[in-house]
């Protein structure tokens, strides 16, 4: 799981955006399962790219099921927190108050590719 905290803000940003990009695969194969253990910061990282991948998959009629559960479950998680205050063009960025940005364009063309890579190495067809 991604602690997003000053060594991973400070990763060269394509290593941000794999990582971020792996994490959002995991949750289109139903890989990620949000818990009352995690980091706030993780469950807002989480929920965000949960809202990035819902429809961004060219299978997505496959996937949307496990986005919107984790999407919930980190809705019910971070229920009564205050959202921290970040400054983003990206108003998905801003609801979730994650300091990390996903790049949309990046989202739709490199997502089916993690979701590969993991189906691979999970074996899962």
């Not at 994490?23 to 993780?42: D, N, R």
């Not at 997505?60 to 971070?78: G, I, K, P, Q, T």
Request: glycine content about 6%; aromatic content about 8%; hydrophobic content about 40%.
């Amino acid at each position: 799981m991604i602690i997003p905290d000053e060594t991973f803000l400070k990763l060269p940003a394509r290593e941000k955006e794999s990582q971020m990009l792996f994490l959002a695969g995991e949750i289109c194969l139903g890989l990620f399962k949000p818990t009352s253990a995690m980091e706030e910061s993780s469950l807002r990282l989480a929920g965000y790219m949960a809202d990035h991948a819902f429809g961004r998959s060219r299978d997505n009629h496959l996937y949307d099921e496990n986005v919107s559960s984790v999407r919930r479950a980190c809705h019910l998680l971070l229920e009564g927190l205050p959202v921290p205050l970040i400054e983003s063009y990206d108003p998905l960025q801003v609801r979730w108050g994650t300091p990390c940005l996903m790049d949309y364009g990046k989202m739709r063309s490199e997502l089916d590719v993690h979701i590969l890579d993991l189906k691979r190495d999970h074996n899962i067809n």
